[in-house]
């Protein structure tokens, strides 16, 4: 089993919360990132990082952010949350060389209400 | 269009047959590929990486053309348990992003 955890497995919350999807990997990578799943649809990154202090967006615009200040920890927010936020999220890490493969957490169920 | 294309899918064969998923990419700068496995609702899992020698394990054999930038997996003997969507990914030494293809789901029937 990878060594990737999020937290929380399953959220649901009203409209115009703020809310923080926490990453966590104890496996030392140093790129990490985010994708949003819809159900049955496909994966799309919507942010990664190279290392500390590192954050890029993906190819999906998202009025996420995030930020990485420890190796292990790379936390989504949203400021304030709309059902169209309603998604799978899905992080993932993996080492800097690009030729192996990326480890998934389990991923978070968000439901905007 | 996207970077990464896959067959369209679903692909719904019965128990014992051959299956064969293709993929092309379009960023020739891309040098790393994969093929992953995702059960319903779950996170996806590495099924196995693809080397340009083409590379087997067990009843999987995957397959690298760069100049045709074409990527396929072939499943022989299928079992009901590999009943489950199949993502192509690329990756660039350079951006170092994980592309995702959009999946094809296969259901494997008695």
């Known amino acids: 089993e990878a060594d990737i955890y999020q937290t929380p497995r399953y959220l649901v919350i009203g409209t115009g919360k703020k809310i923080t999807l926490e990453c966590s990997q104890t496996?030392?990578?140093?790129?990490m990132y985010w994708y949003q799943q819809d159900p049955g649809m496909e994966l799309h990154l919507i942010h990664y990082?190279?290392?500390?202090?590192?954050?890029e967006k993906g190819d999906l615009s998202s009025e996420s952010t995030v930020s990485r200040i420890r190796t292990e920890h790379f936390p989504l927010t949203l400021e304030s949350a709309r059902p169209s936020h309603t998604s799978q999220y899905l992080c993932?890490?993996?080492?800097?060389?690009?030729?192996?493969?990326?480890?998934f957490g389990q991923g978070t169920r968000l439901t905007v209400v | 269009r996207k970077e990464v294309e896959q067959d369209p899918g679903p692909f719904n064969v019965p128990e014992g047959a051959t299956v064969a998923f293709n993929c092309t990419y379009s960023?020739?700068?891309?040098?790393?590929f994969f093929w992953y496995r995702q059960d319903c609702r779950k996170e996806p899992k590495l099924l196995m990486s693809?080397?340009?020698?083409?590379n087997e394990d067990g009843r999987f054999t995957a397959q690298l053309n760069r100049a045709s930038q074409y990527i396929s997996l072939l499943i022989r003997d299928s079992k009901l348990s590999d009943s489950a969507t199949y993502l192509c990914?690329?990756?660039?030494w350079g951006e170092g992003k994980l592309i995702f293809g959009q999946g094809t789901e296969l259901s494997v029937k008695p």
């Open positions: 693809v080397y340009s020698s083409g």
């Open positions: 990914v690329a990756t660039s």
């Open positions: 993932a890490s993996s080492v800097s060389d690009g030729a192996t493969e990326a480890f």
């Open positions: 960023n020739s700068a891309s040098q790393s």
């Open positions: 496996m030392g990578h140093d790129k």
């Open positions: 990082s190279y290392g500390v202090n590192s954050t």
